[in-house]
Each structure stands twice: as C-alpha cells, then as structure tokens.
C-alpha cells in the first residue's frame, strides 16, 4: 500500500499536550495534516490550566519541520470549544479532521464517595467536551460534505467499579458516536465517525505504581495507539460509527449486537414467560447488529411503519 498522506488536510487533537493525544497530533503532522493542538494543561483531574504543554506539542511538531498551533482553552466549556474551532478555522479556513481525546479521571469509587462535582466533571470533559467540540464542526463539515471523526471512549465501558462518572461519560462518548455516525451514513455524506478504546501507558497509568507502569510502557506506550487513529482521520477510512478497541500494535472491533432472542407477540405475556424465555434471550449463538435504533425495533413482528419514524430523527 502506498503511504497514506494528510497533506491539505485540517485537524484538532484535544487534549494533546501529552500522553495518547501528543502521538495522534505528532502522527498526523509528520503525514502532512495542520495540527491545531489543544490542552488545558491541568493537572490529570482536571484542576488548573497550562498553554505550555499544548505549546510544547506544538513546538515539537514545528520542530520536525511541521505545522502546527498551539490552544489551551477547555473542552468542558461551550465558550472553549468555539473558541478551539475559531483559532483552527482563523488560521486554516477549515476542519477536516477531529480527534476527541481531551479526558479526566476524576470520581473514583466507591460510589458513595463519589461527589456531584465529580460526576459533573468526568461527564463534563469527556461527554460534554466531545458533544460541543462535534457541535461545532459537525455544520461546517456537513456543509463541505468531508470529516473525520475519532472520539476517545475506555475500557472502562465494559465496567471498571463504582466510580461510575468515568464510563458513563465514555458511553456517551460511544452514543455520539453513533448517532453522528448514523445521520451520516443515512444521507450519504462522507463524514465518519468513529471511536476507539485507548490502552496505553500515560500520566493516568503512573497511579498504579512503578512496576505496572514499566510494563506499560514497554508493551503499550502511546505511539502504538496512533495508527489506527491515523488511519480513521484518513481520507480512506474504511468505517463509520464504529468501535475499536486498540493496544501494542494491535486493535479489534467492539460490537454492538443484539441476539435472536425470544420474539414473542402475546402482550399478556407473564413473567413466567420471561423466566422460561431467558436463556433464549441470552443465548448469542445467533445475533444481528443493528445500524440504527429503529433496526431494533424492526426485528420484533409488528405493522408499525418504522421507516415514517425515520423521518422523524434528522
Ligand atoms: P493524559 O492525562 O495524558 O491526557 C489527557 C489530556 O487531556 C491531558 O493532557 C489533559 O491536560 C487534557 N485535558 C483534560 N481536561 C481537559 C479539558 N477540559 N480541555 C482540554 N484538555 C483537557 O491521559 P491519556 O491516557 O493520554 O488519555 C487520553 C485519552 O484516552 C483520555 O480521553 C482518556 O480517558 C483516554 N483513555 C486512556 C487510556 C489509557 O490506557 N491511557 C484508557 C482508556 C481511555
């Protein structure tokens, strides 16, 4: 395959003043792309704020002979976030590509230690930070009909204890995914959105102590991560509103998929019924993966018009 190239292209990594989001920016300028680099530059929890670290990224990247700038504004703001597109937009004239990686872990368990505050803010970066960075770019890149996507979702998703502001906030991460995905790929625009579930040694991996950390980063440092972040930014990015789970030099799709399952019509069913139907529900020896919340509904026998439901979702 011939090297795949950003040259013209326009990007904003979040986030990127170290760890997983500095690879992606590095990445994407040493291929070509004008890299807007943003950071708060606060410390792993969110508090305080540093233009340095986002300067340093950007510093770097110039020093390699590439083009970038640096941002420090917060994602966790409305204010921020147009603010990050407005310097990117002033300074290039478009956005072709978005990566939101900007993340903090902040409401650790147990659940009722976890403080409203908190929770305020694990959603706030990473949900929040992703809605209003995607809000505004999604018209200007509607309207050019061309945009690459890449949110940052977790592991932790698939569970990490009660401290549960952190996955909550990835799973909405994974819902904007594929709403923005579906409306897309509805009116065939090419605009992909996709998301990846990050492994890699970082600042937030240094909590756990020296010897995991080594091992981290040796077998998962960040570098290894950008590749397929790469190849989503890229004009051949091969999917669109999907999850991939990436780590040391290797990455696998994370599905969304429904079973067979139990299809019954009777509306007077019991909960003995559920109770004898279970394992048929459970059982995922046959399973469908829907595209869109109305082919769910579908696979149920019904004579609703789901597709005068479509119209509906814009
Ligand atoms: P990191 O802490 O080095 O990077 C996060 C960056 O986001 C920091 O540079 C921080 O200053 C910045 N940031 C925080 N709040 C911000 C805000 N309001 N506005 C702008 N920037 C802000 O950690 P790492 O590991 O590189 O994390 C990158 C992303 O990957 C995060 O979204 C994280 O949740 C996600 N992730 C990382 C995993 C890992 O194994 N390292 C695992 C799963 C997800």
């Not at 939101?100 to 409401?107: D, H, L, S, Y």
Request: charged share 20%; hydrophobic share 45%.
């Amino acid at each position: 395959m011939d090297t795949l190239h950003f040259d013209g292209r326009v990007a904003i990594v979040t986030g990127a003043g170290g760890g997983l989001g500095r690879a992606y920016a590095t990445l994407l300028a040493a291929r070509g792309a004008k890299v807007l680099v943003n950071d708060l530059g606060g410390n792993f929890q969110g508090e305080g704020a540093d233009l340095s670290h986002a300067e340093a990224t950007a510093q770097a990247i110039r020093d390699l002979g590439g083009e970038a700038l640096a941002n420090g504004d917060s994602v966790a703001t409305t204010q921020g976030a147009e603010s990050i597109v407005a310097q990117a937009m002033e300074a290039w004239g478009q956005v072709d590509i978005l990566i939101n990686n900007a993340g903090v872990v902040v409401g650790v368990g147990p659940l009722w230690n976890v403080t409203d505050e908190q929770w305020n803010t694990d959603i706030g970066v990473a949900a929040g930070g992703t809605f209003r960075l995607c809000r505004a770019v999604w018209k200007h890149m509607w309207d050019r009909d061309y945009g690459r996507i890449i949110n940052v979702a977790s592991g932790s998703f698939f569970g990490m204890g009660s401290g549960v502001g952190y996955p909550a906030a990835k799973g909405a991460v994974w819902g904007i995914t594929r709403g923005l995905a579906s409306a897309s790929a509805a009116t065939g625009k090419n605009v992909r959105v996709n998301a990846i579930m990050p492994i890699a040694a970082s600042r937030m991996t240094t909590l756990m102590g020296e010897e995991i950390e080594t091992a981290m980063q040796r077998d998962f440092p960040a570098d290894a991560v950008a590749p397929v972040v790469g190849l989503l930014a890229h004009d051949t990015a091969p999917s669109n509103g999907e999850m991939f789970s990436v780590g040391g030099g290797g990455f696998a799709r994370v599905m969304l998929g429904v079973t067979a399952g139990y299809r019954g019509t009777n509306k007077q069913w019991t909960m003995e019924d559920v109770a004898n139907n279970f394992e048929r529900a459970m059982d995922h020896s046959e399973f469908f993966q829907p595209a869109d919340a109305l082919e769910d509904a579908e696979a149920y026998e019904s004579g609703v018009n789901w597709n005068a439901f479509r119209a509906f979702i814009g």
